[in-house]
Nanobody, 126 residues
Framework: QLLLHESGGGSVPAGESLRLSCVAS????????MGWFRQVPGKQSEGIAF????????TYDDSVQGRFTISRDASKNTLYLQMNRLKSEDTAMYYC???????????????????WGQGTQVTVSS
């Protein structure tokens, strides 16, 4: 059972930065594709950034391309999302998720993630 725990959310003015972290625990001998999703109340969640199991491939939603950076530190079992030049429309609950797959196409589709964190709130004031 893979457990994910996000942190780093908060309230910031537009234009500022935040870095989200997601610590993974409870796994063994599996390689996980990971991603960041966000959800606003009343709307479907959207996948905004994905990183392949071995870290060699990245992809971003157009809404965050050029402002957000996804990365992972295998030695710390941690996934990161560096968010720069935040906008009010980035306000959402942010979740990290993981799926045990080496298939990049399956990973970047964002549709088959099994393991989810509890979320961390990001609020950006204009």
């Amino acid at each position: 059972q893979l457990l994910l725990h996000e942190s780093g959310g908060g309230s910031v003015p537009a234009g500022e930065s935040l870095r989200l972290s997601c610590v993974a625990s409870g796994y063994r001998d599996s390689t996980y594709c990971m991603g960041w999703f966000r959800q606003v109340p009343g709307k479907q969640s959207e996948g905004i950034a994905f990183i392949s199991a071995l870290g060699g491939s990245l992809t971003y939603d157009d809404s965050v391309q050029g402002r957000f950076t996804i990365s992972r530190d295998a030695s710390k079992n941690t996934l990161y999302l560096q968010m720069n030049r935040l906008k009010s429309e980035d306000t959402a609950m942010y979740y990290c998720a993981a799926e045990a797959t080496l298939d990049w196409g399956r990973c970047r589709s964002g549709t088959e993630f099994t393991f989810w964190g509890q979320g961390t709130q990001v609020t950006v004031s204009s």
